[in-house]
């Protein structure tokens, strides 16, 4: 059985991004804690607020090439199909009609796996502008 698991999108005093982690246990919020990658604060700018800025975003139970887990909302580029291509597809993970899939705007969604195929690049928060880029500008 997989780990539930959830990361919250939030902007501190500052205005920087930052995620906060936490899991779900027999309905408890466990292992609760802040995510300082992107926020370029003290790791106690938390106590002057932080404010959400997106839906929670739930861990999909899998992991991208280098270990990182994937949550909805990350930005993956993978190639479910032929390994060996150059060409590797983008999209935004998603949670639809109880699977997560990526989302590709040139085909809809497609089923994506962990594996050495699989790669996060950035998610909907930090790296928008990776949505405009078409599947060739990875």
């Known amino acids: 059985m997989r780990e539930i698991k959830?990361?919250?999108p939030n902007h501190c005093h500052n205005g920087h991004l930052n995620f906060l982690y936490f899991g779900v246990d027999n309905g408890v919020i466990t292992n609760l804690r802040w995510g300082f990658s992107a926020c370029r604060c003290s790791k106690h700018a938390y106590d002057k607020g932080y404010e959400k800025c997106g839906d929670d975003q739930q861990f999909t139970g899998l992991k991208d090439k280098n270990g990182?887990?994937?949550y909805e909302g990350d930005i993956i580029i993978f190639d479910p199909l032929e390994p060996l291509?150059?060409?590797m597809n983008k999209g935004v993970v998603e949670y639809h009609v109880s699977?997560?899939?990526a989302m590709i705007p040139e085909?809809?969604?497609v089923k994506f796996y962990q594996g050495k195929y699989t790669e996060i690049i950035g998610n909907i928060y930090e790296n928008p502008d990776l949505l405009s880029k078409s599947n060739t500008e990875v």
């Open 107 to 109: 085909y809809g969604r």
């Open 6 to 8: 959830f990361r919250t």
């Open 85 to 87: 291509r150059e060409v």
């Open 99 to 101: 699977a997560f899939e």
């Open 68 to 70: 990182k887990e994937i």
